[in-house]
């Protein structure tokens, strides 16, 4: 990520600051280029070469007459989504399966104090409750209670790929091919047994509960 002056240079490390730290939430929608200006006293252009830079790496999703959403905490590589794009909606879901329940099981042994509150915190906030740019909750791709079960694996590669899968995710979404098989409250009782799995510890349960979970979560089309 390469940014021109000064002003943008702060203006960016603000933006990661914000989102590296949880602030905005995976799927939210950031403040508006007027309010970024009023906030941080800085002009239009070094708002927008800001956000152009972290749009660049999939951190960040402009929306053309919505608003700006936080994608990542990371960047995604453009590469790794391309050729995730091959694939079938099963390959890309089976894949998805495989690094959660892998990020699932190193969470429960890794897992810090603060990493636990912060997934609470993501619940009780009813997961980036802000407005959502694909209408009905049947159209939301995996959020920041899931980014940070996989964070608190530990393992900065298997992070790494899950950006990749999600992005790829969000685009089945928004096509159609792929759909959520249960509403958004069988997804919180699926995510609290998780979170309940990961605080005791228990490899086993957190295994259990997050195949439960992604098993009867995304589905192709038609299957749902």
């Known amino acids: 990520m390469q940014v021109g002056s000064d002003r943008a240079r702060r203006t960016l490390a603000y933006l990661r600051q914000k989102i590296s730290s949880g602030e905005w939430p995976i799927n939210s929608k950031i403040p508006t280029e007027p309010e970024l200006m009023r906030l941080l006293g800085v002009g239009k252009t070094t708002v927008r070469e800001a956000?152009?830079?972290?749009?660049?790496?999939?951190?960040?999703?402009?929306?053309?007459?919505?608003?700006?959403f936080v994608r990542s905490r990371m960047p995604v590589s453009s590469v790794l989504i391309e050729y995730m794009s091959e694939f079938g909606m099963p390959d890309l879901l089976g894949y998805r399966r495989a690094l959660e329940l892998e990020a699932a099981q190193q969470a429960a042994r890794n897992r810090t104090d603060e990493q636990l509150a912060a997934m609470r915190e993501a619940l009780q906030s009813g997961d980036a409750p802000v407005e959502q740019p694909f209408g009905p909750d049947r159209r939301k791709a995996p959020g920041q209670f899931h980014f940070l079960v996989v964070e608190a694996s530990g393992n900065k590669l298997l992070a790494s790929l899950y950006a990749g899968v999600v992005t790829a995710l969000r685009r089945a979404l928004l096509a159609g091919t792929v759909v959520h098989a249960t509403d958004a409250?069988?997804?919180?009782?699926?995510?609290?047994?998780?979170?309940?799995a990961l605080e005791a510890g228990d490899v086993a349960a957190a295994a259990h509960a997050m195949a439960q979970h992604i098993d009867r979560d995304l589905v192709p089309a038609g299957q749902a």
């Open 51 to 68: 956000v152009r830079s972290l749009a660049s790496v999939g951190i960040l999703e402009p929306m053309p007459g919505i608003g700006t």
């Open 185 to 196: 409250e069988a997804r919180l009782s699926d995510h609290l047994a998780l979170l309940a």
